[in-house]
């Protein structure tokens, strides 16, 4: 059982997510007849692959919920740590924010972006899909009538819930300690778009993994491009700073990329920076986006197969 | 009434040669040297409903290659199969439904749970019917004694009980044909012989078709009465087990005990002698000869005890393998129809 190498992912992952045991695909002879099944049957199916896929989480749970704790810790260090630069910023120029953001907005910024990588990261996809091309494990997609990414998308769901059920307390009580931080609840319409860019930024993060993961189907190995990948998702995605503070031509760029859908944009959606038709645009941007990965998974799946040569035995 | 037929089948791949050494390495970011390695060379053969096949051949020899494309895992370079009316590599589920492939290296059971949880999820892939479901599993479980198992997780099982549950898995969607790839290896005899005695009770009850691959020639022994034997890609015997020494056995091997103490060397004008132990001794004849030399044996020595046998099959089909242009006089590799 192989686990995501820690370095990125312990930064990159939600709190506790990357301690977790990597894709399924050493699991069962997995399946459904997604495509083609009558509607009960195939919820039958989905029923059945997230249930079993509930438990196979929960086997582990103690030292599951031990990582998920632990990893919280770095929130505290991330508290003090921007406390430490604003202050010595105040102290030298008497400015008490940076591109627009105070220190309370800049806190409660990252305890967001916390909130949207539990949603939109995904420890273990992309090398799960890689290494199973690799061991020859991804026949049994191919074997049994059974539709991979259905299959992966539910189990990572199943992953989530487990994830969620167990983070749900302590992230309360983080953003409850923290509650100075916020402005307060913003209204019940930013609240439901704030809902809807975290689920599209769950599928986003999910289609957009798995194309990458697909690419194992050309390169075998792919940890490298995995590593540069996350490398670049951190700093864009908003993870480690709000992208709008970036100038220029980068902010540009970053500001056209998908990524900033995975962390920045739910933040900034919660946090009131988007508002009116940007923010329907946003959203419609955010599912275009998904919808384009969602393609270029399957076509990825569908041409990857036909190259597909079997490896090992 | 014909299940599988292939026509002129072939794959190759094209297989990336890396040399040794850091520069070669670097070369081989800009330049890359590939040779083709053709897995398999054009294969024609039929398999009626009800047959158990199996599959010889060195490693390499292209049996596994075969089994993938039948279970559609890999596309032809070219020629066509059918397997049910369905061509595999289109991956149809009507097809997919239809049959089973279990590689006895793969591990497809959830590890963490038991395999019972496993079984519940084929049921919804394959759309079992819930009373149909419980009836094969439990039939299947009790054949192969692993019914109290069920809700064990399969990390705490033997690998023998693990390649039971993979069967059973395998097998709950009732599947007509059936591909086995090395479904013993790695097993204990006992539970090689419960696995081999398994296949050959399901087999002959459900009438289904099964191609296997093995390298334990006791599996194909006690299960298959034809036998393909794959070399280089290609078919090059299709008939009876007993068939291949028939064939491709050039020799007997005659077992004497002498009555008094001859030296063994006197015995070399005979054959060649494969073990001498006096008073017993171990000669390799060719076979159009055994009669005669039998007979001057008997007439000029005095033997007390006499046995005249094939030598062991394994022992044949290493030869066919090391030498595939004919080690035996009788061979004729150019044509396979038995």
Redesign the interface.
């Known amino acids: 059982?192989s686990r995501e190498p820690g370095m990125i992912s312990a930064g990159y992952a939600g709190p506790g997510e990357s301690d977790e045991p990597s894709e399924?695909l050493?699991?069962?002879?997995?399946?459904?007849?997604l495509?083609?099944?009558a509607f009960p049957?195939r919820l039958?199916?989905w029923w059945?692959?997230l249930r079993?896929s509930i438990?196979?989480r929960l086997?582990?749970r103690g030292d599951f919920a031990l990582g998920t704790l632990m990893r919280f810790l770095p929130i505290v260090t991330q508290i003090f740590l921007w406390g430490a630069v604003f202050s010595a910023i105040g102290a030298a120029s008497g400015a008490t924010q940076v591109a627009g953001y105070s220190y309370r907005d800049f806190i409660a910024y990252y305890l967001l972006t916390m909130l949207g990588r539990a949603f939109s990261s995904m420890p273990g996809l992309a090398s799960g899909i890689a290494r199973s091309i690799r061991d020859?494990?991804v026949?049994?997609y191919?074997?049994?009538?059974?539709d991979m990414l259905g299959f992966l998308l539910l189990y990572r769901v199943a992953h989530k819930l487990v994830y969620y059920l167990v983070a749900a307390a302590p992230f309360a009580l983080v953003f409850y300690l923290c509650r100075g931080f916020f402005p307060g609840w913003p209204d019940a319409a930013t609240l439901s778009a704030f809902a809807a860019s975290l689920a599209m930024a769950f599928l986003l993060g999910f289609f957009l993994e798995a194309t990458l993961g697909m690419i194992g189907f050309w390169f075998l190995e792919v940890s490298s491009l995995l590593f540069v990948y996350m490398l670049f998702s951190y700093f864009f995605s908003g993870h480690m700073f709000p992208i709008d503070m970036l100038p220029g031509v980068l902010g540009r760029v970053v500001q056209v990329l998908p990524l900033q859908y995975l962390a920045y944009f739910p933040s900034a959606v919660f946090l009131g920076k988007i508002t009116g038709p940007a923010l329907a645009w946003g959203l419609a941007t955010q599912l275009a986006w998904v919808v384009v990965f969602m393609v270029a998974s399957r076509a990825a799946f569908h041409f990857g197969v036909?190259r597909?040569?079997?490896f090992g035995? | 009434m014909a299940v599988i037929e292939i026509e002129g089948l072939a794959k190759s791949?094209r297989v990336y040669q890396k040399k040794e050494g850091i520069l070669h390495s670097l070369k081989g970011l800009f330049h890359r040297e590939y040779r083709t390695v053709e897995a398999v060379r054009g294969i024609d053969l039929r398999v009626d409903r009800g047959e158990f096949v199996a599959f010889l051949g060195p490693n390499g020899a292209g049996k596994?290659?075969t089994l993938?494309l039948l279970?559609?895992?890999?596309?032809p370079t070219s020629g066509q199969a059918r397997v049910l009316g369905h061509v595999p590599w289109k991956?149809e589920?009507a097809y997919?439904?239809r049959f089973?492939?279990v590689?006895g290296?793969?591990?497809?059971?959830?590890?963490?749970?038991p395999a019972n949880?496993?079984f519940?999820?084929?049921?919804?892939?394959?759309?079992i019917e819930r009373r149909q479901f419980e009836r094969t599993r439990d039939e299947l479980t009790s054949m192969l004694g692993v019914r109290e198992l069920l809700s064990q997780?399969v990390r705490e099982l033997s690998l023998g009980e693990r390649m039971k549950m993979e069967l059973i898995?395998?097998l709950l969607h009732s599947p007509e044909v059936l591909f086995l790839?090395e479904p013993t290896i790695g097993l204990d005899v006992v539970a090689q012989y419960n696995v081999q005695n398994f296949l050959r009770h399901y087999q002959q009850a459900r009438q289904i078709t099964i191609l296997l691959t093995s390298h334990y020639m006791k599996d194909v022994a006690a299960l298959c009465r034809r036998v393909v034997v794959i070399s280089l890609g290609r078919i090059i015997y299709d008939g009876s087990l007993s068939g291949i020494i028939d064939r491709f056995g050039g020799h007997k091997v005659i077992s004497l005990q002498m009555s008094n103490g001859q030296p063994p060397h006197v015995m070399a004008r005979y054959g060649q002698i494969l073990a001498a132990e006096p008073p017993r001794i171990k000669l390799r004849v060719q076979r159009a000869v055994v009669p005669q030399v039998l007979g001057a044996i008997l007439a000029h020595h005095a033997v007390e005890d006499v046995s005249v046998e094939d030598p062991p099959l394994e022992q044949v089909i290493a030869e066919m393998f090391t030498h595939p242009n004919g080690p035996g006089n009788h061979a004729d590799f150019g044509e396979s129809q038995p």
């Open positions: 059982m399924g050493r699991g069962g002879r997995l399946g459904s007849g495509a083609s099944a049957s039958a199916v059945t692959i079993i438990e196979e086997v582990y020859g494990t026949k049994k191919l074997i049994q009538p059974i036909r597909y040569s079997g035995g | 791949y596994t290659t993938k279970s559609g895992v890999i596309t991956r589920n997919r439904r089973a492939l590689m290296q793969k591990n497809q059971l959830w590890w963490d749970l949880e496993s519940r999820l084929h049921q919804q892939i394959y759309r997780p898995a395998a790839d």
